[in-house]
């Protein structure tokens, strides 16, 4: 059988732990919210220690996504590509800044080579970071894959502003807790 579509999903936690009428005004809260979402990822075993959020211009939640490769037998279906995935269909757009309005994505763990990609085509303005890569393959068996060694100037090329090491060290207590887990590759 020739399968036909795809079905992807976020745990049911997630309804009940994101409060979409919340507006979230700085950088500081945003990162928050995504290491608050790949905490309860690790701790629900519903997924990989990463969480994203994606933010529109009114500062509310347009979407977020954490981890589900494992649960859902999904290589792409990383915190970053979910949120991606769930904000294009929600606005019904492939590139979400061309309805002319600013959107940030926040994310515990900095996109791996498949998150960054997704970043730079899925039309965001900002990217705000918790973890590092290195932190990530420091402390868990992840592999972040390749990346352009000139990353964050590739990204400001494209009109897209970084910000890193937000709450670096609170991320990096995710990534420790899901290795003592004894965590999946994936």
Same mark, same amino acid.
């Given at each position: 059988? &020739?399968?036909?579509?795809v079905?992807?999903?976020?745990?049911?936690w997630?309804?009940d732990?994101v409060d979409?009428?919340?507006t979230?005004?700085?950088?500081?809260?945003r990162?928050a919210?995504?290491?608050?979402l790949? @905490? @309860?990822?690790?701790?629900?075993a519903?997924g990989?220690?990463?969480?994203?959020? &994606?933010?529109?211009?009114d500062d509310?939640?347009?979407s #977020?996504?954490v981890n589900r490769?494992?649960?859902?037998?999904?290589s792409?279906?990383?915190?970053?590509?979910?949120?991606?995935?769930?904000?294009?269909q929600?606005?019904?757009? $492939?590139r979400?800044?061309? &309805?002319?309005a $600013?959107?940030?994505?926040?994310?515990?763990?900095?996109p791996?080579?498949q998150?960054?990609?997704?970043?730079?085509?899925?039309g965001?303005?900002?990217?705000?970071?918790?973890?590092?890569?290195?932190?990530?393959?420091?402390?868990?068996?992840f592999?972040?894959g $390749?990346?352009p060694?000139?990353?964050?100037?590739?990204?400001?090329?494209?009109?897209i502003?970084? #910000?890193r090491?937000?709450?670096?060290?609170e991320?990096r207590a995710?990534?420790?807790a899901?290795a003592?887990t004894?965590?999946?590759?994936?």
């Amino acid at each position: 059988m &020739l399968y036909a579509q795809v079905h992807l999903t976020l745990p049911a936690w997630v309804h009940d732990a994101v409060d979409t009428s919340a507006t979230y005004p700085d950088d500081d809260a945003r990162i928050a919210l995504a290491i608050e979402l790949s @905490r @309860r990822n690790v701790e629900a075993a519903s997924g990989g220690p990463f969480g994203a959020a &994606l933010f529109g211009p009114d500062d509310r939640i347009v979407s #977020v996504g954490v981890n589900r490769v494992m649960p859902t037998s999904c290589s792409v279906a990383h915190a970053e590509t979910m949120a991606f995935m769930l904000a294009q269909q929600r606005l019904q757009t $492939p590139r979400l800044n061309a &309805l002319g309005a $600013p959107y940030t994505l926040a994310t515990s763990s900095q996109p791996c080579c498949q998150c960054f990609g997704a970043s730079v085509w899925a039309g965001i303005d900002r990217l705000l970071i918790g973890a590092r890569a290195e932190d990530v393959e420091a402390l868990t068996e992840f592999d972040e894959g $390749p990346l352009p060694a000139d990353w964050p100037q590739e990204l400001e090329r494209r009109g897209i502003e970084l #910000v890193r090491d937000l709450r670096r060290d609170e991320a990096r207590a995710v990534l420790q807790a899901y290795a003592a887990t004894g965590g999946a590759r994936y």
